[in-house]
């Protein structure tokens, strides 16, 4: 399961403009079709004017063609149609005729919803109308079950969010999501303003299974809250960046909700006695744990060392779990990091890392399954990843960019790990040819040890 992934539907501009176009298109064919044959059937001299009755049937089977091709198609079909359309387009099309407004005003249709509110000044992305939303939670709010909200860098649609939430006090909603496209921007909301518009949805929605607030100054009394109405129900909850929760609001969560199984936080948050208290009897057997490491101020924290022990606790009490790491620090800040046995599995570099500090995954994460270096600089990898190689045997997918390998380390890290890499993204300018291959030769080699065609990547796929 993709750690972080929401059962919303999204589709793109392109794509909505592309049905809107073959809608139209196939309307503007139908109507000129019938157009030429009544020119033709009333024009031409040389053809016998047929009798009122046959003109009638030519017409009738004409007009059942229309609509055996759109006004009868069945409503589930019109429904998966609408389903992928703008707000806009979907009321337009609701007028073309009696099914499709019937469609319209199911309540299906109106259970996933992601609306975005964006300033024309600072966003280049179209925004959902406000007036629109505001029709569509007052008629629609006992139907929703699945909302987000995307906001820009703009506290403006923050706080635009944070009204609509107020709003939603007559439904029952299984998934929120508040989501920043670019600067968290909900973190120059008032806390008291964003803390009462989210204690709505968590005190009249009993069913939330799945929620993301990350970047937002959700609290630990907002967090009591949703556990006195959602216990039952919540299964993913996702708060990295979220500076006004502790560790007593994440002990909160796992005391009472024992359906959680995926925890997204910041490493920040993360100790010894927090890992501790989340391996005891009573707590959640979690499935996934996500944990951002985000440097806040680049070169002057210091990040603290999680002891082995309290790992070993952790995976005790949940041996399935996947721990997953996502890295944004700088290669100066990674001292704390790996330097016992780490239980992670998913390994993600979004900046430069270490030489050194890949040298010790190698040594100390047996448990690693995935990892994305995006960036490392211009000293070789070839120790590390066949290190790695060597040491890591559940490992399956490999993402590098921005980092040298040599041809020769890399064909034999393939050797190494063989037909279990499922995965293997390299960028094409990651490999260094050296004496025994050149960047012609080596898709040859490396194919042959998975077992499939293999050839390095011109853009990245993570």
Not at 45 to 60: D, M
Not at 84 to 91: E, G, H, V
Request: hydrophobic share 40%; aromatic share 8%.
């Amino acid at each position: 399961m993709d750690v972080g992934e929401y059962p919303m539907a999204a589709v793109t501009s392109c794509g909505s403009f592309r049905v809107n176009c073959n809608l139209e298109a196939s309307f503007r064919m139908k109507r000129n079709s019938l157009s030429v044959v009544n020119k033709i059937v009333q024009s031409s001299p040389a053809v016998k004017q047929p009798k009122v009755g046959f003109y009638s049937s030519l017409s009738h089977t004409h007009m059942h063609t229309v609509l055996v091709d759109w006004g009868s198609l069945p409503h589930h079909v019109v429904l998966r149609i609408f389903q992928y359309l703008p707000l806009i387009d979907r009321a337009r099309a609701s007028s073309v005729c009696r099914k499709w407004n019937e469609v319209f005003h199911i309540p299906d249709l109106w259970r996933k919803f992601e609306f975005e509110l964006n300033q024309s000044a600072t966003s280049y992305f179209k925004s959902t109308h406000p007036d629109l939303i505001q029709q569509i939670i007052k008629k629609h709010a006992t139907h929703l079950q699945y909302v987000s909200f995307k906001v820009d860098s703009s506290t403006e649609s923050a706080e635009a969010a944070c009204d609509m939430l107020s709003q939603l006090v007559n439904c029952s909603l299984q998934t929120l999501g508040l989501i920043s496209t670019a600067k968290p921007s909900f973190m120059n909301v008032s806390k008291s303003h964003f803390v009462s518009a989210l204690t709505v949805v968590f005190v009249n929605s009993k069913s939330l299974s799945s929620i993301k607030i990350e970047d937002t100054p959700v609290d630990d009394p907002s967090l009591k809250i949703l556990v006195a109405n959602n216990s039952d129900t919540l299964r993913l909850l996702k708060m990295s960046s979220c500076p006004h929760v502790s560790s007593d609001g994440i002990l909160c969560i796992a005391d009472h909700c024992q359906g959680l199984r995926e925890l997204a936080l910041n490493y920040y948050i993360l100790s010894d006695e927090l890992l501790l208290a989340l391996s005891s009897e009573t707590h959640v057997r979690l499935e996934h744990l996500r944990i951002d490491v985000v440097s806040e101020n680049p070169g002057q924290a210091e990040f603290h060392t999680i002891k082995k022990q309290s790992w070993d606790a952790l995976i005790k009490h949940s041996p399935g779990v996947n721990v997953v790491m996502y890295f944004f620090l700088y290669e100066e800040e990674f001292e704390a990091f790996f330097r016992e046995e780490t239980p992670v599995t998913n390994l993600y570099f979004g900046r430069s890392v270490s030489k050194a500090a890949l040298g010790r995954i190698g040594l100390n994460c047996p448990r690693l399954i995935e990892l994305v270096v995006c960036a490392n600089g211009l000293q070789t990898l070839d120790d590390e990843l066949i290190c790695i190689a060597e040491c890591c045997k559940n490992l399956t997918a490999l993402g590098l960019s921005e980092c040298e390998v040599s041809c020769s380390a890399f064909v034999d890290f393939v050797r190494r790990c063989g037909k279990r890499l499922t995965h293997l993204s390299i960028m094409e300018d990651v490999l260094i040819p050296d004496g025994n291959y050149n960047l012609d030769e080596i898709h040859t080699e490396v194919s042959k040890y998975l077992g499939r065609i293999w050839f390095p990547d011109v853009l990245p796929i993570w």
